[in-house]
């Protein structure tokens, strides 16, 4: 075993994962569609602490509480299974934005310690191994693992990874509204949607002829029919979302008012279409040329960010390593070694 270094950047889905044909297994009911990011990464690192009987993970410069370190170690689980061992680790985690504040997300986190818990235990995966090992600790991890474009396929144990698809060059902009924890997790919210929602089997079949529609769109570079697509994907799991019992709501009056700046831009000539997942933040694709003129016309309704495709998950050198947590803050590292 080694000391290994990764990161990785969420990716932000324009055709939607939202339900599972396996919780265990985190396999889900259909297939989606995602762009990485080139910002808002997670850098872990995994060191081997053979001695130890239990994981301990430091996130953000200090001790994680004990709910977050018991979802890690069951991923870790995974790790160890494959590799035919048994020893616990230290993982130090940071994102570049606050954890749980609306943009940290467990797609850049759980492929970013996939992508280093691998090479710390010496597994050589290839890609689609790498990316069906994210997946168990989040689904949308796995599309973290390939750069760029990733179509995550729906199916068994083995066919379900993401890979990078053709896809013409755009930008999103990210239009930050609340950066405040959600209150219903994804996980918990997926689980009431297929639980209670008269919609959810047409989401699912509507979900699958969208992303063969959307894979030929990005296949032939069709901007306008990627935006159709998104905008009206993204609209339709809100409205489902919306459809169980209890009602859950994740967009707020401003995330609608974006949506309809976002129709006006097109309507005087900046083609653009929103989309966004289980919190009231707007992401906007938009064409390279037009990105800089439309985050302009957004900045009123929030903090605008234009980001890129951005690289898949990648191992960094020693000299990225994250610092221990009581190197950043004395205070925070107390009982880790206890
Ligand atoms: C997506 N989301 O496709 C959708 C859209 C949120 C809204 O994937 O239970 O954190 O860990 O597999 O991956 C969020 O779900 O859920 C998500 P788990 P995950 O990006």
Redesign the pocket.
Known sequence: MRTTTARAYP???L????G?AD?EL?L?AAG?L?LTLNHFETTTTVVPAPDAETDVLELDGALADPGQTDRISTFLDHVRALAGRDDRVLVRSRNSVPTGAGLA???SG?AALATAAAAAFDLDLAPRDLSRLA?R?????C?SIPDGIAV?HAGDDAASFAETVPAPDMRMIIVTVNRARKAV???EA?RLTAATSPFYSGWVTSTEDYLEQMVAACASGDFTRIGEITESH?LR?HGLIQSTVPPIR?LNPTSHAIFDAVAEARESGIEAYST???GPNVAVIVRPADAEALAEKLSGFGDVRVVGPGPGAHLLTADDAVPPADAVNPAAGEGSRA
């Open positions: 990716n932000i889905a055709v939607k994962y939202w599972k919780e985190i889900p989606s995602s997300s467990s797609a759980f997946r600790g989040s689904g949308s991890a599309r995550w997790s994804s996980r997926m993204a799991m994740f966004a997942d289980a």
